[in-house]
Nanobody, 125 residues
Framework: VQLQASGGGLAQAGGSLRLSCVASGRTFSSDAIGWLRQAPGKEREFVGGIRWSDGTIYYADFVKGRFTISGDNAKNTVYLQMSSLKPEDTAVYFC???????????????????WGQGTLVTVSS
C-alpha cells in the first residue's frame, strides 16, 4: 500500500491550498483516512479525517470552518481543502490510513497503519 500526498507549497496568510492523497495497492472502502501535520519542533497532530464507510468527517477544533475534507471513490483520493490559512498552519502535512476502521476515525498518529510521505505547506504572514 502506498499513499501519495501532494499539493503543498507556499501560500500567503488568508490564502488557500488543496492537498491530495492518492492510494495505490489498496482501496479506501473499509478504512479511515486522516490528515495529520507536523510543524517544526512540534509533535505530529491530527487535522481531520474521513470514515470511508459512511462518509463521516471529523475535524480538529483548530481547523473547523477553514479546512474541508472530501473524497473521490473513483479516484481513490482524499482531498484537504485549506482556506483562510494562517502562519501557524505551516507544517508538513501527511495523509494516513487506518485499515478496517469502518466506524472510527483515529485521532492519534500511532493509530494509523499506512502513511504518505508528507507535503510541506508554508504560510507566510
Amino acid at each position: 500500500v502506498q499513499l501519495q500526498a501532494s499539493g503543498g507549497g507556499l501560500a500567503q496568510a488568508g490564502g488557500s491550498l488543496r492537498l491530495s492523497c492518492v492510494a495505490s495497492g489498496r482501496t479506501f472502502s473499509s478504512d479511515a483516512i486522516g490528515w495529520l501535520r507536523q510543524a517544526p519542533g512540534k509533535e505530529r497532530e491530527f487535522v481531520g479525517g474521513i470514515r470511508w464507510s459512511d462518509g463521516t468527517i471529523y475535524y480538529a477544533d483548530f481547523v473547523k470552518g477553514r479546512f474541508t475534507i472530501s473524497g473521490d471513490n473513483a479516484k481513490n483520493t482524499v482531498y484537504l481543502q485549506m482556506s483562510s490559512l494562517k502562519p501557524e498552519d505551516t507544517a508538513v502535512y501527511f495523509c494516513a490510513a487506518k485499515k478496517g476502521s469502518r466506524w472510527y476515525i483515529p485521532t492519534h498518529p500511532d493509530e494509523y497503519d499506512y502513511w504518505g510521505q508528507g507535503t510541506l505547506v508554508t504560510v507566510s504572514s
